[in-house]
């Protein structure tokens, strides 16, 4: 049976997005309608790192490569993902420029190279992020099909175990899945009876 560990109460607005650190299960970053993007380690009281926006934050990734380091992502409002060093958190890494709206959703691969984006622009993006690239621009597939409405939800987007296929859900009530390599759509599942997060 699973027990609630602890309630955090930090932010002022609604929560939109969570994520796990990628090897350590103490720490998780959060994003708020608040402005804030904060990083949080069970075994502290309070969160560790407080970054903040001029505006609502919507979606987080983060990629932890060991005891206090790491790469937070962060989707926004003003169509870009933002990317900070948690060790100099004052100095952005670089920006992720390509979504014509706001960015719903990030994940990052299973090998953490890649970042998944869904945005209210219609489309899904894949964007290298290793630290050493040399792809001029990071924005390496873009993938077309799963659709978002005049409600704006934050609809949800996620890999594959092994990276092979990726998944959105839709606000045309579809569950849609690609193929990675070939950008194919390889399913498109009905069933549901409203938008798909």
């Known amino acids: 049976k699973s027990r609630r560990i602890k309630k955090i109460t930090e932010h002022s607005g609604v929560v939109n997005g969570v994520a796990a650190g990628t090897k350590s299960s103490n720490v998780f970053a959060t994003v708020s309608d608040d402005g804030f993007c904060k990083l949080f ?7 560790v ?3 903040p926006f001029e505006f609502p934050l919507l979606s987080v990734a983060f990629k932890d490569v060991g005891e206090g380091e790491g790469t937070l992502f962060i989707g ?3 169509n870009a993902i933002h990317s900070f060093d948690i060790r100099k958190i004052d100095q952005e890494l670089f920006n992720l420029v390509g ?6 959703s ?3 691969d299973p090998f953490g ?9 219609h489309t ?3 964007w290298d992020t290793r630290p050493f690239t040399t792809t001029a621009q990071r924005r390496v597939k873009v993938f077309h099909g799963a659709r978002h409405n005049f409600e704006k939800y934050l609809i949800k987007s996620n890999w594959a175990p092994d990276g092979s296929m ?3 859900g839709s606000a045309d009530r579809m569950v849609y899945v690609w193929n990675t390599t070939s950008r194919a759509v390889r399913y498109k599942l009905p069933g549901h009876k409203g938008v798909v997060l």
């Open 113 to 121: 190279s890649y970042l998944l984006s869904n945005s209210m622009d």
């Open 76 to 78: 926004a409002i003003d």
């Open 106 to 108: 990030l994940r990052l």
């Open 49 to 51: 790192v407080n970054l």
């Open 124 to 126: 899904l993006s894949v």
């Open 99 to 104: 979504h014509g709206d706001s960015v719903t």
């Open 41 to 47: 380690d069970l075994r502290a009281r309070g969160s």
């Open 166 to 168: 990726i998944t959105s």
